[in-house]
C-alpha cells in the first residue's frame, strides 16, 4: 500500500526540489486512468476539496482520498479557468492520443505528402496541448498562439522535407541506409519546431519579464532574467522530450527486424509492434523530459535585476517557468 503524507492544499503531494519527486509527481500527472473518471466522481473530488479548503471536511475522511480528489481536479480542470479540459488536449491523454501520430511521424518510406501531414497533425496537437494547459492568469494574445503555431508548422515541415529530399539525392547512401535514415528525420524536425514554438509564442516575457516571488508567495517584481532562464529551461526540455519518442523506435525496430525472421515473413505484423514500441518509449520520455526541472523554479536573487534584489531580504526566489 502507498503511503500518502499529510494532505495540504495547493501543494504538491511530492518533493519538487528532487527530480525523483518531480518524476512522481508527474506519473500522477500523465496518468491515463483518470481519463475514465465519470462526471460524478470529478465532482465528488471538487466538493471534497471545497470542504477541506473552508474547514467542512466529513468525519472519517483521509489523506489518502484527499490526494486522490487532487490527482482528478488536476488533471481535468484548469487551475486558473476552472474549465474542464478537453479530454484529447489533458496532459493524461497526451500518451494515448499522441502515440498514433509518432507511429505516423515514423513510418516507413514516407511519401512528401505524408511528411507534411504527419509534422502538421504532431504539431496541431501540440499546439492545442500547450494553449489548453496555458498559464490563463492573464488574458492571452491568440495573435501569439497563431503566430507560435504558424512558426511551428512551417519549421518542421520545412526541416523534414529539406532533410528528405538532401538524403534521396544523396549517391553514397545505398537504399538500404537511405531507408534507414529516413526514419530520423523527425526528430531534428520535431525539435526545432518546439524551441521556435517556445520562442514566438513567449518572446515578449524577454521584454516584458516575468514575476518572481518571495518565499511567502509574494510578487517581488518583474524579471527579464528570470524570463530568459525561464525559457531556456522550457525549450531544452522541449527538445530532451522527442529524443526517445522519435529516436529510439527506429533503433529498437531495426534490431527487432534483423533478429526476428517472423517480422520479415509477415510484414503485417511490423506496424502493431512499431506501435507498442513508440508507446513505450513515448511512456518513459514523457516524465522524464517535464521533470528535468521543478515547475515553479528557484533562482538567487543576485542573479537578478539589482532593483529585485533590493527588494526583498529572501535570498531565494521563485518563478513558474511554464511547460
Known sequence: MPTYPTFEYGKPRFDQNTFFGRFRHFLDVIDPRTLFV???????????????????????????????????????????????????????????????????????????????????????????????????????????????????????????????VAIQKADRFSPTTRRMVQRFIPFPAVASANVCNVVLMRHSELSEGINVLDDKGNVVGSSKMAAKRALFETALTRVVLPMPILLLPPIVMAMLESRLPVLRRRPGLLLPVHSLVCLAAFSLALPLAISLFPQMSQIHASRLEPEIAMATRCEILTYNKGL
Open 38 to 164: 465519470t462526471e460524478e466522481r470529478l465532482r465528488e473530488s471538487v466538493d471534497l476539496l471545497e470542504c477541506f479548503k473552508h474547514g467542512r471536511l466529513p468525519p472519517g475522511v483521509t489523506s489518502a482520498q484527499l490526494w486522490q480528489a487532487h490527482k482528478i481536479k488536476q488533471a481535468i480542470i484548469h487551475p486558473d479557468t476552472g474549465d474542464k479540459i478537453p479530454m484529447p488536449f489533458r496532459m493524461s491523454g497526451f500518451i494515448p492520443f499522441g502515440t498514433p501520430v509518432v507511429v505516423g511521424l515514423l513510418l516507413p518510406n514516407q511519401t512528401l505528402f505524408s511528411t507534411v501531414f504527419w509534422q502538421w497533425l504532431n504539431q496541431s496537437h501540440n499546439a492545442c496541448v500547450n494553449y489548453s494547459n496555458r498559464n490563463a492568469s492573464k488574458p492571452s494574445d491568440m495573435s501569439k498562439f497563431f503566430q507560435g503555431y504558424m512558426g511551428a508548422v512551417t519549421s518542421a515541415v520545412s526541416i523534414a522535407v529539406a532533410l528528405r
